[in-house]
């Protein structure tokens, strides 16, 4: 019966153990499916946004007259409005020679060059070109840029961007799930990185993961053991706190096919956790009693038995008696 009640509860705790594994395997495909989804959706309504700016006079006068503060003067309140109602986070001027002339979410850096593959499409074939790309300064967003065409010339480009963290913050809320964006540190410029995070009022830590780093999270929770399994590729079930989470990893690709870091998927399972062990606290409960009724009842059959034995013994005894 012992043999019995452990086979029994282990068969119970690898089976739902199975079925939340399974669970999350269907999460992760499905943050993919949405993730690309959202980045289709989103790179339709950023086309849309730069169709109508490029058509903006007054930014195609201040461009041509090369006056950078009055094309920020004019581009501001756009970028104002983007970033209220399409949650845009970058607005670039850039000129034909692929130099930055304005960020107008960051006036203050200008003239250097954008080296990204995007830019590199738009330039060399004259097209619309779009991407998940990842910034100098760590940043990870989904890229749009158009070649900027006034009086039937080619004057430069116009970039519109948005933070990847946004998008997979849609998701998590609408799936229930948390994520976090970890990029290898191979692609990344540690002084650079960190720069970044002091310009945007961020912290983190180069030190904390051997190879990679967290460019964005939709959580201020802390992980604990997260180290410890982002060098693999499977499930895993790590613990924060009072919690119990399963997760899963969706490859970062970026617009060059490079497959730049990982999205930590995960799902908070403490109720399961939780319901699966007052599972086997009341089978193993159950269990017991059936055991020690059968126990019981065996008990005292037998004992029946022996005592009717007895007796017969007895009889007979007494029948053997010389009178």
């Known amino acids: 019966m012992s043999v019995f009640l452990g086979g029994l509860i282990f068969t119970v705790y690898r089976l739902q153990w199975d079925h939340i594994n399974s669970e999350t395997s269907l999460r992760v495909e499905a943050f993919h499916r949405n993730f690309q989804s959202q980045v289709q959706s989103e790179t339709d309504l950023i086309n849309g946004l730069l169709s109508f700016i490029k ?6 006068r201040d461009w041509l007259a090369g006056d950078r503060d009055a094309l920020l003067r004019d581009a501001a309140p756009i970028f104002k409005e983007l970033r209220t109602r399409s949650l845009i986070t970058h607005f670039y ?44 300064f760590g940043t990870v967003a989904l890229r749009v840029v158009h070649p900027w065409v006034i009086d039937g010339k080619l004057a430069g480009y116009i970039e519109l961007g948005e933070d990847v963290e946004q998008i ?19 692609y990344l410029d540690k002084g650079q990185w960190e720069q970044g995070l002091r310009m945007s009022g961020r912290t ?8 990679y780093v967290i460019v964005s999270s939709d959580s201020a929770k802390v992980y604990p053991g997260l180290e410890r399994v982002l060098g693999s590729n499977g499930q895993f079930v790590i613990s924060a706190g009072d919690r119990t989470l399963n997760g899963g990893f969706d490859a970062h690709i970026d617009a060059a096919g490079n497959n730049i870091g ?26 017991l009693v059936i055991s020690g009724l059968t126990l019981a009842f065996f008990d005292w059959y037998i004992s029946r038995i022996h005592h009717k034995h007895a007796e017969a013994e007895r009889a007979a005894s007494q029948e053997n008696v010389p009178r």
Not at 103 to 117: A, F, L, N, T, Y
Not at 204 to 211: C, P, T, V
Not at 274 to 282: A, C, D, H, N
Request: one cysteine or more.
């Open 93 to 136: 001027f850039i000129k034909l020679d692929k130099e930055c002339f304005l960020r107008v979410h960051k006036p203050e850096s200008h003239g250097d060059i954008i080296d990204r593959i995007t830019m590199d499409i738009a330039a060399h074939l004259g097209r619309p070109a779009h991407g998940i790309e990842m910034g100098p």
């Open 204 to 211: 983190s830590d180069w030190e904390r993961f051997k190879d």
């Open 168 to 186: 997979t913050a849609r998701i998590s809320r609408i799936m229930n799930i948390e994520t976090v964006s970890v990029v290898a540190k191979k």
């Open 55 to 60: 058509e903006n006079k007054g930014l195609q």
């Open 262 to 287: 990982k999205f930590v998927i995960l799902s908070d399972v403490s109720g399961e956790k939780k319901s699966l062990y007052g599972l086997l606290l009341r089978l193993g409960a159950f269990t």
